[in-house]
């Protein structure tokens, strides 16, 4: 595998159920980051995480939980989600500011469908 | 805070013909970053160009130039000879110089390329 990877690609899920996406960067970079992605709207910063610590939180509900165990993976949580929820979730990876990085590697994203 | 707006929702080109997509933004910071980046339908989206904002020339790759004008704060990409393989949604972004590696999206312009 090469480059940022993201599983599932599609999900479907009732507002009760627990789930999880999942990423996975092969670039060697430190810092990892998830977006959601909605119709006719600017992507939307969700978390950012630098070297397995979150330096960011864009006010996102607490039915988003994110986890980073280290620098090359970096999973969402998903649990009692709303229908206005559903969108396509993007990950991405970088080096660190502090490292010069500046730009973003995207993965193929996990089309989420909330029922 | 910064803003960046894509004012086409849409445009079209003939193949082998020339477009331009335009991006504005709003910031009060002097130096910045500003990238275009494009999604084909597949989903993975990928970094087209980058311009620095200190920088007075601008920024080309390949059949990808831009047209800079920091006064303006305007950012449009030119496509040059477009190719089927242009197709896609294009998305103008920002980032600030230092600190963090925050990046602001615009809605996106979706183009498509006619045989």
């Known amino acids: 595998e090469t480059g940022v990877t993201q599983t599932p690609r599609h999900l479907v899920m009732g507002m009760t159920n627990k789930k999880s996406l999942k990423c996975e960067q092969h670039?060697?970079?430190?810092?990892m980051y998830w977006y959601k992605q909605s119709a006719k709207k600017p992507l939307e910063l969700m978390f950012v995480?630098?070297?397995?610590?979150?330096?960011e939180n864009n006010s996102v509900p607490s039915r988003f939980s994110p986890e980073c165990p280290n620098s090359s993976h970096l999973f969402l949580h998903l649990h009692t989600l709303q229908p206005e929820d559903s969108a396509l979730y993007l990950c991405?990876?970088?080096?660190?500011?502090?490292?010069?990085?500046?730009?973003?590697?995207f993965g193929p994203g996990t089309r989420l469908t909330v029922t | 805070a910064q803003t960046v707006t894509q004012s086409q929702p849409e445009m079209s080109v003939q193949e082998a013909e020339t477009v331009t997509l335009s991006c504005t933004y709003d910031?009060?910071?002097?130096?910045?970053?500003l990238f275009w980046y494009k999604q084909p339908p597949s989903r993975q989206m990928i970094l087209v160009i980058r311009?620095?904002?200190?920088?007075?020339q601008n920024a080309t790759e390949n059949r990808f130039s831009v047209n800079f004008q920091k006064a303006a704060k305007s950012f449009s990409l030119k496509i040059s000879d477009s190719q089927l393989g242009d197709a896609a949604m294009y998305f103008c972004?920002?980032?600030?110089?230092?600190?963090?590696?925050?990046?602001?999206f615009g809605t996106g312009t979706r183009l498509t390329v006619i045989p």
């Open positions: 991405a990876s970088s080096q660190s500011p502090g490292t010069g990085g500046y730009e973003q590697y």
């Open positions: 670039l060697g970079h430190n810092a």
């Open positions: 995480y630098n070297f397995k610590e979150q330096t």
């Open positions: 910031t009060s910071e002097s130096d910045y970053y």
């Open positions: 311009q620095e904002a200190y920088k007075q």
């Open positions: 972004a920002y980032r600030r110089l230092t600190g963090a590696n925050n990046l602001f």
